[in-house]
């Protein structure tokens, strides 16, 4: 038998228990993290124990969606379930992308439950030197 120590648990499986599992409809979640590094942006999503497979994700036109699901472990006759606190169901999260990201050119990659999005700056938003003419390089408009 499995013992528990965290006393703040039974919360976080109570409100579980009482919104239920995610659904397509109404999908719980997912915890993100999301920064800079160099010139693109990076968004890791947790999604231990999901499937590459049941990992959705669509653009349209500034709106980034992940969804994916995580399905029971199949499970033969004489098993009997002691503890379950791993989260079933459907997840989602939705982010608003700016307007100085390429949404055309982002690549994904799930390793060891982690979904990572890398999405370039698009070349219009990244700073750029000006140059400055001299007056030999105006042209003198004489009337």
């Known amino acids: ?3 528990r120590t ?4 039974e919360l976080d499986r109570l409100a579980q228990h009482l919104t239920g599992p995610g659904t397509w409809s ?4 997912m915890a993100m993290d999301a920064y800079r590094e160099g010139d693109e942006y ?4 947790d999604l ?10 669509d653009v349209e036109r ?3 969606t992940v969804k994916a699901e995580r399905r029971p472990a199949a499970s033969a006759d004489d098993v009997q379930m ?11 999260r939705q982010i608003v992308l700016a307007d100085t990201l390429d949404a055309e050119r982002i690549s994904a990659d799930y390793d060891a439950g982690v979904l990572t999005l890398r999405i370039p700056i698009a070349e219009r938003a990244k700073p750029r030197k000006i ?3 001299g007056e030999s390089s105006r042209k003198q408009i004489s009337g």
């Open 42 to 45: 990076v968004v890791a999503f």
């Open 48 to 57: 231990p124990g999901v499937s590459a497979e049941a990992i959705d994700i």
């Open 62 to 64: 500034n709106t980034l």
């Open 1 to 3: 038998m499995l013992m």
């Open 131 to 133: 140059a400055i003419g």
């Open 26 to 29: 109404r999908p719980s979640a």
């Open 82 to 92: 002691e503890l379950s606190e791993r989260p079933l169901g459907v997840f989602s």
């Open 6 to 9: 965290d006393p703040f648990r």
